[in-house]
């Protein structure tokens, strides 16, 4: 399978705990993207990179929230001291910067539910 | 401000008939793409189709065709021959390719195919 991975699928914490998603792009791709999606809502732009530089970061990102895509390839999303708040799914999408028609190509997502 | 609206939020459908998903957008910008996803109860986003701004046909990609009327800024999904597996939440977004790189998407319609 060569499309967008991300780990885990699934997570539960308790409010105040750290929790860290994993992503894993399309090989080939160089930029990539964090999303979050809460109930009855498209997905909102969070972040993005394009090889290891982060170029864009969301209002919606607050201090507690960083990524990374240190070697870029993989990325990582930490949310620190998390709150009820917090509870969506996290998406994360790859492209391939290629001009007018540039697709970004979805994930599975990491659920997260906050108690 | 860019803005995607999407008025429909559920629609029941006879399966193998078409449908039709309306999509309005709002944009200052002269350059931009148009995209739509689907989104399965398994919470994937599946791209679909792609159309550019300055494309003068419309896009078509198997069953799926976007009905693109750019002086009515709207950019209807049209599904031919309906199946069961179509059911699932489809997003309509929009990305304006001078501004920055992140994808604005709408609410989403929920699409049920009735057997």
């Known amino acids: 399978d060569t499309g967008v991975s991300q780990d885990p699928r699934h997570k539960i914490t308790k409010r105040g705990q750290n929790v860290t998603f994993r992503c894993d792009p399309i090989?080939?791709?160089?930029?990539l993207y964090w999303y979050r999606q809460t109930l009855g809502q498209g997905p909102e732009f969070l972040t993005y990179?394009?090889?290891?530089?982060?170029?864009?970061k969301s209002r919606l990102l607050s201090d507690r929230f960083s990524a990374e895509r240190p070697k870029g390839s993989f990325s990582t999303l930490e949310i620190q001291r998390t709150e009820q708040g917090d509870s969506a799914m996290y998406l994360c999408?790859?492209?391939?910067?290629?001009?007018?028609?540039?697709?970004?190509?979805f994930g599975p997502g990491t659920r997260l539910l906050v108690l | 401000a860019q803005k995607i609206t999407q008025t429909q939020p559920g629609m029941f459908v006879q399966e193998k008939e078409a449908v039709t998903l309306d999509c309005t957008y709002d944009?200052?910008?002269?350059?931009?793409?148009l995209f739509w996803y689907k989104q399965p109860s398994s919470g994937e986003m599946i791209f679909l189709i792609y159309?550019?701004?300055?494309?003068?046909q419309n896009a078509t990609e198997g069953r799926y065709s976007l009905n693109f009327q750019k002086a009515r800024k709207s950019a209807n999904l049209v599904i031919s021959a309906s199946q069961l597996g179509d059911s699932a939440m489809y997003f309509c977004a929009m990305r304006a390719w001078n501004r920055d790189d992140k994808i604005i998407f709408g609410k989403g319609t929920r699409l049920h195919i009735l057997p």
């Open positions: 944009t200052s910008d002269q350059s931009y793409g």
């Open positions: 999408a790859s492209s391939l910067t290629s001009g007018a028609q540039e697709t970004q190509y």
């Open positions: 990179f394009q090889n290891e530089a982060q170029l864009e």
């Open positions: 090989s080939e791709h160089n930029r």
């Open positions: 159309q550019g701004s300055y494309d003068e």
